[in-house]
């Protein structure tokens, strides 16, 4: 039988992620440096490889994590608005608005986007990395493609739209509007982006 991992031990890499995902958010992947983290962490070098075999093997423990976290976080929000009114537009409109107000608790609801940031510097990651973060994207649009779908259904548009283009909008406003947002430093500008993607939502369904 396999030994379980002390608590202990599952905290040290807890922390450890927790730590790099700051960094890597903050100021990228490449500038940050495993001596900064293990210094933060109060950890030598070799209880960093312990953990992970080298950088790039925190980066996919980094992605994967992130991933199931933001799954269950946009899961939650989407069945609460859905729980508040049965139909699909009304309801999107709501989770919309809902994930507005998360965004603009940032970093303290939700860290930003992880994904864009592996992105940016998509060279210094292997396939593996490179794979989880398209399928992180492609995730997006499912979710949100899945979403218009029902609306669709009950509320055909005004207008021709592409609706993986529009599912796909979501993604790019928010890693855009973290982007801006950091450039203007003005934190208003994410959720803003958000409820502004809200209203054209709003005005391609009649409903």
């Known amino acids: ?54 950088k790039t093997a925190m980066a996919h423990a980094l992605l994967e994590r992130y991933l199931t976290r933001e799954d269950a976080m946009l899961d939650d929000l989407f069945n609460r608005a859905r729980e508040l009114h049965e139909d699909p537009l009304h309801a999107f409109l709501i989770g919309l608005k809902m994930f507005a107000e998360l965004m603009a608790d940032l970093p303290n609801g939700h860290p930003g986007c992880l994904v ?19 399928a992180g994207v492609l995730a997006w649009r499912a979710r949100f493609r899945a979403l218009l779908d029902e609306i669709v259904a009950l509320h055909p548009p005004r207008i021709d739209v592409d609706l993986d283009a529009m599912a796909d909008m979501v993604s790019a406003l928010v890693d855009g509007g973290i982007i801006l947002g950091k450039v203007v430093d003005d934190k208003n500008v994410l959720p803003g982006q958000v409820m502004l993607y809200r209203e054209f939502v709003r005005s391609v369904f009649p409903g």
């Open 1 to 54: 039988m396999l030994d379980k991992p002390s608590p202990k031990r599952t905290n040290t890499r807890e922390r450890l992620l927790d730590v790099a995902e700051s960094a890597v958010l903050e100021k990228g992947f490449e500038a940050t440096s495993i001596e900064e983290l293990i210094a933060e962490v109060g950890i030598t070098k070799s209880g960093f490889f312990y953990h992970f075999p080298d």
């Open 116 to 134: 864009a940031a592996y992105c940016y510097q998509d060279r210094l990651f292997d396939r593996e990395v490179r794979a989880l973060n398209r």
